[in-house]
């Protein structure tokens, strides 16, 4: 059965960092685009970053670019999101996805979710 279990979440303040995973299970992580998303209270889900898989194409939103960065370890089935100058506007569950290729951070074309982490930003 293919899963993915998503840590690394937590409370952090203003401009701190934190470091998320995304472990497939099941599956090799390394045939599929991961997607990281997130949702904020009363918000709908937004992409946040992708990766693919064999060209390491990356995406990010906005709003993240130049804070986050997302990486790969294939032999550890895993992908990263590092999270830096996090902001009060960073507070979400993030969760990952896969897929088949970026798709523009379309959440619908994603699948497989993992369970989310929740990321809050405060002082």
């Known amino acids: 059965q293919l899963q993915l279990v998503v840590s690394g979440g937590g409370l952090v303040q203003p401009g701190g960092s934190l470091r998320l995973s995304c472990a497939a299970s099941?599956?090799?992580?390394?045939?599929?685009?991961i997607g990281w998303f997130r949702q904020a209270p009363g918000k709908e889900r937004e992409g946040v970053s992708c990766?693919?898989?064999?060209?390491?194409?990356?995406t990010y939103h906005p709003s993240v670019k130049g804070r986050f960065t997302i990486d790969r370890d294939d032999d550890k089935n895993t992908v990263y999101l590092q999270m830096n100058s996090l902001k009060p506007e960073d507070t979400a569950v993030y969760s990952c996805?896969?897929?088949?290729?970026?798709?523009?951070?379309?959440?619908?074309?994603?699948?497989?979710w993992g369970q989310g982490t929740q990321v809050t930003v405060s002082s």
């Open positions: 996805a896969t897929s088949d290729t970026c798709w523009g951070l379309d959440k619908t074309r994603y699948n497989n």
């Open positions: 990766i693919t898989s064999q060209h390491r194409a990356i």
């Open positions: 099941g599956f090799t992580l390394g045939d599929f685009t």
